[in-house]
């Protein structure tokens, strides 16, 4: 409080003279709570979801496999990338008749790519019905968090762990697609 106090008693001119116009106006109307600025709410993001449209419908599960690991790698690398972690995973495809179904499931809080892409496998395989043709397919991180991975002392490897921290410092240097699984490569191809 009494630095405030203190600059409010410093005469306009001289904050001029000694800061310039416009941040010596700036620290003498802030100091008597004054600042044009609209007040903007904090939001914190609720979500993270990215979908593709296939440039042709198709049954091929492979091909669904593929996209969806693309899709789920992407998202695993925002939400690391934010600092952030997930705790429900939902896949969503979109027949050709635009009848569009979704599932989702709730996990133990991860970024980590494999228990990622694990759950999302097992949605879509519960959504996927080989006699209609799929035209989207789409994948939702919700319930975030602010964290990071929990190593498992039991089930994540060591080298995996750094191969996926590698990979990550790849794509934050060279843009997200610098570096993909083998699995995610045919999407990005077509």
């Given at each position: 409080?009494?630095?405030?106090?203190?600059?409010?008693?410093?005469?306009?001119?001289?904050l001029?003279?000694?800061?310039?116009?416009?941040?010596?106006?700036?620290?003498?109307?802030?100091?008597f709570?004054?600042?044009?600025?609209?007040?903007?709410?904090?939001?914190?993001?609720?979500?993270?979801?990215?979908?593709?449209?296939?440039?042709?419908?198709?049954?091929?599960?492979?091909?669904?496999?593929?996209?969806?690991?693309?899709?789920?790698?992407?998202?695993?690398?925002?939400?690391?990338?934010?600092?952030?972690?997930?705790?429900?995973?939902?896949?969503?495809?979109?027949?050709?008749?635009?009848?569009?179904?979704?599932?989702?499931?709730?996990?133990?809080?991860?970024?980590?790519?494999?228990?990622?892409?694990?759950?999302?496998?097992?949605?879509?395989?519960?959504?996927?019905?080989?006699?209609?043709?799929?035209r989207?397919?789409?994948?939702?991180?919700?319930?975030?968090?602010?964290?990071?991975?929990?190593?498992n002392?039991?089930?994540?490897?060591?080298?995996?762990?750094?191969?996926?921290?590698?990979?990550?410092?790849?794509?934050?240097?060279?843009?997200?697609?610098?570096?993909?699984?083998?699995?995610?490569?045919?999407?990005?191809?077509?």
């Amino acid at each position: 409080m009494r630095a405030i106090r203190v600059l409010r008693q410093i005469p306009l001119k001289l904050l001029e003279k000694e800061f310039g116009g416009g941040l010596g106006r700036t620290l003498h109307e802030k100091s008597f709570g004054r600042d044009p600025q609209p007040v903007v709410p904090y939001r914190a993001q609720k979500s993270l979801s990215h979908e593709h449209t296939l440039h042709e419908d198709t049954t091929d599960l492979s091909v669904l496999m593929t996209l969806l690991t693309g899709l789920t790698e992407q998202l695993g690398f925002q939400l690391r990338s934010d600092k952030k972690v997930t705790s429900c995973i939902a896949v969503k495809i979109r027949y050709s008749d635009f009848n569009t179904v979704s599932r989702q499931r709730k996990i133990s809080y991860t970024s980590h790519d494999p228990a990622l892409l694990a759950v999302a496998r097992e949605l879509l395989l519960e959504l996927y019905d080989r006699r209609q043709r799929i035209r989207l397919v789409g994948v939702r991180f919700s319930h975030l968090a602010y964290g990071d991975h929990q190593i498992n002392l039991f089930s994540d490897a060591g080298k995996i762990i750094d191969l996926h921290q590698a990979m990550d410092t790849v794509r934050a240097k060279y843009g997200r697609r610098a570096v993909m699984r083998g699995a995610s490569y045919q999407d990005r191809c077509s």
